[in-house]
């Protein structure tokens, strides 16, 4: 009975991640893009040292300015101030921007579809050999 569980839940997992893809495809294709530049790294308290967390400034096609605060710190820094990165944001609400890099824009698609392939072919693979294995 778990693998049938296994089975469903790998479905609608999949079926979610797919869902999701479209969603982030069509942001991608109708979405705009620029520079931003590392204008600061905030200093967050980690186990006896910090982490460096780099603040991002872009611009959108209308001038507007925005900072972004990368949520990924590192100790030392990987960014430095200066230092570039392609920002994709929507023309409607520049304030949800994203780096645009991969594993920012498709990170949840392709874990939802990891674990739901996963899932499916667990299940089926029980299900459809449970009378060979009894």
């Known amino acids: 009975m778990i693998y049938l569980s296994f089975l469903i839940l790998g479905i609608i997992l999949s079926l979610i991640s797919l869902i999701w893809l479209r969603r982030t495809l069509k942001f991608v294709k109708n979405a705009e893009y620029t520079i931003g530049k590392v204008i600061e790294l905030e200093e967050k308290p980690d186990d006896g040292g910090f982490i460096y967390h780099p603040v991002f400034k872009f611009s959108t096609a209308q001038q507007e300015t925005y900072v972004y605060r990368y949520p990924v710190g590192s100790s030392p820094s ?21 780096p645009y890099t991969y594993t920012r824009i498709f990170r949840w698609t392709i874990l939802l579809l990891a674990a739901g392939v996963t899932l499916t072919v667990i299940g089926a693979g029980y299900c459809l050999l449970q009378g060979y294995l009894q």
Request: net charge negative; proline share 10%.
């Open 78 to 98: 990987d960014w430095s101030v200066g230092d570039e990165l392609t920002f994709i944001y929507s023309p409607e609400n520049p304030t949800e921007a994203k």
